[in-house]
């Protein structure tokens, strides 16, 4: 089993407000694209590989045993920037041939300093209703995930160790509001889009 330290930036254990998620932009395979992603007890719940292919137009989120959980894909317009997540059932397919959910990231023209993102459900979810924003700034490895008006579920920052030192730029920290309305593959899943938008991965 792969671990990293749990002992940096972990939610201390009677908080039952958030869980942290460290987020490693590096795939597992050599010289591979992609990203890790480790729970608070340094354990893998999510890893994407792309292989040798950066910024592709179809991107697998997988575990640690790579069985594929959700598979996104983009779809280009000539303005906007659109990604769609399908889940997967147990088998390896597709349980639905509509999208779950799709991401739109508005105009470059009308946002230069920051990169907006809205998130849209299919008619037959039942959050369809809660609308979800994501919210970066250009140049930054940080972002939010707004749900609703105005409430902050989950953010990515720069990893810090124990000691207050900033780690470098591709070990982020996720922290994800502990409820049972949010669903941590999707917001995963954002974040993952997120990167794949800003070039990352």
């Given at each position: 089993m ?22 490693w932009m ?20 999510y ?14 989120v997988?575990?640690?045993?790579g ?5 996104l894909?983009?779809?280009r ?13 147990v ?9 779950w959910?799709?991401v739109r ?22 959050v369809?209703?809660n609308c ?5 700034f ?30 470098g730029?591709?070990?982020l ?6 409820s049972?309305?949010i669903?941590h ?15 990352k991965?």
């Open positions: 792969f671990k990293v330290s749990p002992q940096i930036n972990q939610t201390p254990a009677n908080s039952t407000r958030e869980n942290t998620y460290t987020i590096k795939s597992l395979l050599f010289n591979g694209c992609g990203c890790t992603i480790f729970n608070s007890d340094g354990e893998i719940v890893r994407i590989d792309n292989y040798n292919k950066k910024r592709g137009s179809q991107v697998q997988m575990n640690l045993h069985e594929v959980l959700l598979l894909r983009r779809k317009f000539r303005i906007f920037e659109q990604w769609e997540g399908f889940r997967w059932s088998s390896g397919e597709m349980t639905r041939q509509k999208a959910f799709n990231r508005e105009c470059k023209i009308l946002r230069r300093s920051m990169t907006s993102c809205h998130v849209n459900f299919g008619s037959d979810d039942k369809r209703e979800y924003r994501i919210v970066g250009p140049g930054k490895s940080g972002l939010k995930i707004i749900r609703g008006e105005n409430k902050l579920v989950a953010e990515v920052k720069r990893k810090q160790s124990s000691s207050g030192v900033i780690l730029e591709d070990v920290s996720l922290r994800v509001e502990a049972p309305q669903n593959l999707l917001i995963m899943a954002l974040v993952i889009v997120y990167g794949l938008i800003e070039q991965l």
